[in-house]
């Protein structure tokens, strides 16, 4: 035990947050940063989640929670991203229909596969573009974190994400 | 059948305590022109995105009949969806597909439909009632039928025809669209929201 590890938070203590935050109902599309999280959703009898076949198409399905009074969330990769941005353009941000956004963060500070260097590079970038409010997570303000978030996407009723980096959350 | 006939014929099968979802274009401005209500959803922007809304509604107001109408051109754009929505079988769904053949609202360039039946693709998928329907009186017996059952329901309806000259855009504004359906939709008794679903054969 000792140094990072025992920094890391669970899957279950991430969901634990989001349900005190009465976040229950997902959709997404699962990236190997995100595969406990996921795992833990599948199991969880409180949580209703979704496999979407596209980002988009579980943004689309998330959004039905605001409409029915509840809060959804989506999760996806970073390189999903440029699958949201006509929804989020077009449709959540025009209608003001806020969803949380856990989105993994592949190619941070340029180590990892070719295919995600791009895109890891400009994750931020193209988020204050969209004018999505955004953090980068950290294991030991993880509840702070996600309770700003979802408070600000209720207060400002537009999406927020919240990025998570490899080994924060185990 | 023109699509404003065809409309004209599902609108007035839709129940007072039905969601109504219309695509991008000129479905929804025809169906705000025939019958608006605060329970009508009209996706202004966002092509292909309503099929997916659709299901996230189902899947969570099961006592509520969810209608999703969209075009051929929204349905080609998002369709991995259709297997999706039949993996999960939501039976308050019914999901139409008024078949134009052309991308109407930006000139009339033709879709792929004229050679590729999206009836087969969602019997395909799994919809357990899906009907391909080319005329009104067809439309009429596949509405009674579809009205009878409780189950995932696809139709796909051949129209032709454009909008009249001058028909209008929608008048509301985006915000004001959704805060009228979601107090239209919270109106609902509260033992109808289903906290938790599964996929059918999965749960």
């Not at chain 2, 693709?121 to 919809?127: I, V």
């Given at each position: ?69 509840r809060r959804g969330a989506i999760l996806l990769q970073n390189s999903g991203l440029g699958n949201v941005v006509n929804p989020l353009t077009s449709f959540n941000l ?77 | ?95 139409i597909v008024l078949d134009n053949e052309v991308y109407e609202s930006t000139g009339g360039q033709p879709t792929i439909t004229s050679t590729i039946d999206l009836t ?84």
């Open positions: 035990m000792g140094g990072i590890a025992s920094l890391m938070r669970t899957a279950e203590e991430f969901w634990a947050i989001l349900k005190r935050q009465q976040v229950t109902f997902a959709a997404g599309v699962p990236c190997s940063l995100l595969e406990s999280i996921l795992n833990a959703a599948q199991v969880d009898v409180d949580l209703t989640y979704i496999p979407a076949v596209r980002e988009d198409v579980a943004l689309g399905i998330a959004s039905a929670a605001h409409l029915s009074g025009m209608y003001r229909i806020p969803v949380l956004m856990v989105v993994s963060w592949r190619g941070y500070g340029g180590q990892d596969a070719p295919e995600h260097l791009i895109m890891g590079e400009k994750t931020p970038e193209l988020l204050q573009t969209l004018e999505i409010p955004y953090v980068v997570l950290e294991a030991e303000t993880l509840d702070e974190t996600l309770a700003w978030a979802v408070t600000t996407m209720e207060q400002r009723q537009i999406p927020v994400a919240v990025i998570l980096r490899k080994g924060v959350v185990a | 059948m023109t699509r404003r006939e065809a409309l004209q014929r599902i609108l007035a099968q839709i129940g007072e305590d039905d969601l109504a979802l219309f695509t991008t274009g000129m479905i929804s401005r025809e169906a705000f022109d025939l019958r608006d209500r605060p329970a009508n959803f009209y996706m202004l922007g966002s092509m292909g995105l309503l099929s997916s809304l659709g299901l996230g509604l189902a899947l969570q107001w099961p006592a509520r009949t969810i209608w999703v109408i969209e075009g051929d051109g929204s349905a080609l754009m998002s369709l991995g969806t259709l297997p999706l929505i039949a993996s999960y079988r939501p039976p308050n769904l019914v999901h087969n693709l969602a019997q395909a998928a799994g919809y357990p009632f899906a009907r391909h329907i080319a005329d009104a009186a067809a439309l009429d017996a596949a509405l009674a039928d579809a009205l009878a059952v409780t189950a995932l329901r696809f139709m796909l309806v051949k129209v032709t025809g454009r909008a009249p000259e001058g028909i209008g855009r929608v008048t509301l504004t985006p915000e004001e669209l959704k805060d009228r359906f979601a107090r239209a939709l919270m109106g609902a008794p509260a033992a109808t929201h289903s906290s938790k679903v599964t996929p059918a054969g999965r749960g």
